[in-house]
């Protein structure tokens, strides 16, 4: 079993959708939480860096985290065709510096 | 604005030849980061220095894998002796603290 799990998709939306896309852990040590956007081949993309539970805003970007249940999501509001592209989660855990990815997930926003 | 920057941006090698991949990070970060991507699937670490110490090494790096940062700046990584399964895109990455932040990789292919 992965330390990080996340669905691949491909996930397809209107333009204009809310999109929620999620990931789940099982190792408690992760205290640190990122998502990438990555668009083919490129490297990868900061958008969002949060450590507590609950949630953190940016723009059309939310980013939520529920320490107790292992679970982590980011929420794209009004959706463009720009953000076609694969997103990533990442942890870090407080002992060491590597980010751990999940698959990662396509997303297709259709115009 | 100087992001993290990777040369080359593509190797194309015969099995059994030696290439080598050099990385500039932002200039500030003192942490430098090397990843290894397949096709379909998350970053994964291989290795990370603090300024010029290389402080962790993951398993994936086999003793045919070898990274430098010698003046804790730019960093080198040298695989020797390539096979078929390296070929993947190589990232990069610097941060001054928990985020991390990639270059655009280097894409290898081995024949």
């Known amino acids: 079993q992965k330390e990080v799990e996340q669905d691949p998709g491909p996930l397809s939306v209107p333009e204009g959708a809310i999109v929620s896309l999620n990931c789940t852990y099982s190792?408690?040590?992760?205290?640190?939480f990122m998502w990438y956007r990555q668009y083919s081949r490129k490297g990868p993309e900061l958008l969002m860096y949060?450590?507590?539970?609950g949630n953190k805003e940016d723009g059309r970007f939310t980013a939520q985290v529920d320490k107790s249940s292992k679970y982590i999501s980011l929420f794209i509001r009004d959706s463009q065709p720009s953000d076609s592209a694969t997103y990533l989660c990442?942890?870090?855990?407080?002992?060491?510096?590597?980010?751990?990815f999940g698959s990662g997930t396509r997303l297709q926003v259709q115009p | 604005d100087t992001g993290v920057s990777q040369n080359p941006r593509h190797k194309i090698t015969k099995r059994g030849q030696n290439v080598t991949f050099r990385c500039d990070p932002i200039s500030e970060h003192n942490r430098l980061y090397w990843y290894r991507q397949t096709l379909g699937q998350g970053p994964e670490f291989l290795t990370y220095f603090q300024n010029e110490a290389q402080l962790e090494k993951s398993r994936l790096l086999s003793d045919r894998f070898s990274a430098e940062r010698p003046k804790g700046s730019f960093s080198t990584l040298e695989i020797q002796r390539t096979e078929q399964g390296d070929s993947a895109m190589y990232l990069c990455?610097?941060?001054?603290?928990?985020?991390?932040?990639f270059g655009p990789g280097t894409r290898l292919t081995v024949l």
């Open positions: 190792n408690s040590a992760f205290q640190y």
């Open positions: 990455a610097s941060s001054a603290s928990t985020e991390q932040f």
């Open positions: 990442a942890m870090v855990d407080t002992g060491r510096r590597a980010l751990t």
């Open positions: 949060t450590y507590s539970s």
